[in-house]
C-alpha cells in the first residue's frame, strides 16, 4: 500500500515538472539503460559486451605474443653479438608461456646470417677473401711487415 501511495504522489509531482519520479526509474530499469541507449535489448546487449571482452582478451593475447617475439628477438641478437642479457625480456618471454619462437621471416633472415658468417669463417672462405684481394695490395702489406720487423730487430740487436 505504502508503495501505491508513493507512486501516486511521484506521478503527481512529476507532472508538475518537479521530477520527482527519478529513483523509482533507476530502480527498475537501470540494467537496461546502456541497452536502451544503444538501441539494444537487454540480451543483445550482454552478448554485445561478452563479444567486446572476448575481442579485447584476444588483442592482448596477441599483444602479448608480439612483445614476447621482439624479446626473443633481442635475446637472440644478445647471444649472437655476446651482450648482456636483459631479465626483462626475459620476464616478456615467460608471461608468453615460454612457448615462443622467432617469427618465420627473422628466423630464415638469423639462417641465413649464421651460413654467411659460417662460410666467411671457413678456409675456403678465407681462399675465397684472398681471391677478391689485389696481388699488389697484398704485396705492398707483406713489403710493409717486413720492413716493419727489420727495423725493431735492428733497433734491439746491433750486431745487424
Given at each position: ?22 529513483e ?21 546487449y550482454?552478448?554485445y ?7 579485447k ?7 602479448t ?17 655476446r ?12 608471461m ?36 677478391n ?19 725493431t ?8
Amino acid at each position: 500500500m505504502a508503495f501505491l501511495m508513493k507512486s501516486m504522489i511521484s506521478n503527481q509531482v512529476k507532472n508538475l515538472g518537479f521530477g520527482g519520479g527519478s529513483e523509482e526509474n533507476k530502480e527498475e530499469g537501470g540494467a537496461s539503460n546502456p541497452a536502451a541507449a544503444q538501441g539494444m535489448t537487454r540480451e543483445e546487449y550482454e552478448e554485445y559486451q561478452k563479444q567486446m571482452i572476448e575481442e579485447k582478451m584476444e588483442r592482448d593475447a596477441a599483444f602479448t605474443q608480439k612483445k614476447a617475439e621482439r624479446a626473443c628477438l633481442r635475446v637472440h641478437l644478445r647471444e649472437k653479438y655476446r651482450l648482456p642479457k636483459s631479465e626483462m625480456d626475459e620476464n616478456q618471454i615467460q608471461m608468453a608461456g615460454d612457448d615462443v619462437d622467432l617469427p618465420e621471416d627473422l628466423r630464415k633472415m638469423v639462417n641465413e646470417d649464421q651460413e654467411e658468417e659460417e662460410d666467411k669463417d671457413s678456409i675456403l672462405g678465407q681462399i675465397q677473401n684472398l681471391q677478391n684481394m689485389d696481388l699488389d695490395t697484398i704485396k705492398e702489406k707483406a713489403q710493409a711487415t717486413f720492413t716493419e720487423i727489420k727495423q725493431t730487430a735492428e733497433q734491439k740487436c746491433s750486431v745487424m
